[in-house]
């Protein structure tokens, strides 16, 4: 079945967007994929020529620039919470599955294979004390009629909870909030599998996420699983 894959960076996650697409194409299955659309808010000319050397990448412009040199900063908040709206907007555009993963992900192995392309979508089941049931780090957007109406009701609670709560970060409670009001056939994929962020060797996508050990860009491009890609890529 063919796909979209789905971004967003800015020039701060310049290092996390060439992983991302360097991995992809190295380590994924390109025969299905239509096109890779990469949401520029803020990338440098240098930086979308070189995105541009790669075949089926599309760098749109998002229409804001947003950095972000700290995590939950305004910047992060902006690019965070722009991603289902861009998602919705290539659902209707494209009317095709699509994947919205995030630019700090690396692409271990070719993942297809876990799909359940009969279900309405696939969201990453993080089920982690603590957190919220889900991470909107990896979301594919399969059924896409019923894909559209749900995150319709994804960007609405989103908005709800920026707006009513104290949260620092809503997405992802956003997501748990939405699939719990619905009645949707949703596949729930193990975050090991495709948003790792303590990889093991069954990881098919590394999540090179911030948090207390590493919360800065650098710190996180010196995690040890990823240490080989930067190597061998930047």
């Known amino acids: 079945m063919k796909y979209n894959v789905l971004t967003v960076a800015n020039e701060n996650y310049s290092s ?14 390109q025969k299905n994929v239509e096109s890779i659309y990469i949401f ?46 861009f998602l919705l907007q290539i659902l209707k555009k494209d009317r095709l599955p699509t994947l919205m993963i995030d630019s700090d992900s690396i692409f271990a192995n070719d993942f297809e294979h876990v799909l359940d392309w009969n279900s309405d979508f696939a969201a ?15 979301f594919a ?16 609670n989103l908005e709800w909870l920026q ?25 729930e994929i193990e975050e090991n599998l495709v948003s790792a962020v303590f990889p093991t060797e069954h990881s098919l996508i590394y999540h090179l996420k911030s948090d207390y050990y590493a919360m800065t860009v650098e710190k996180r491009l010196a995690l040890k699983h990823a240490q080989p890609y930067v190597q061998r890529y930047l």
Request: charged share 25%.
């Open 16 to 29: 996390f967007i060439k992983l991302f697409v360097n991995s992809f194409f190295e380590f994924c299955d």
């Open 40 to 85: 520029d808010t803020g990338l440098s000319e240098a930086t979308r020529t070189e995105l541009n050397c790669f075949p089926k990448v599309v760098i749109l412009d998002s229409g804001f620039t947003a950095d972000s040199s700290s995590v939950h900063d305004n910047g992060w908040a902006k690019n965070t919470y722009s991603k289902t709206v």
């Open 124 to 138: 990453c089941d993080r089920n982690r004390e603590g957190f919220s049931r889900h991470i909107g780090s990896f």
């Open 141 to 156: 957007a399969i059924n896409i009629e019923k894909s559209i109406e749900f995150v319709n009701k994804w960007i609405e």
């Open 163 to 187: 707006n009513n709560t104290d949260m620092k970060h809503c997405e992802s409670p956003a997501l748990s909030k939405t699939i719990s009001e619905t009645d949707y056939k949703v596949q």
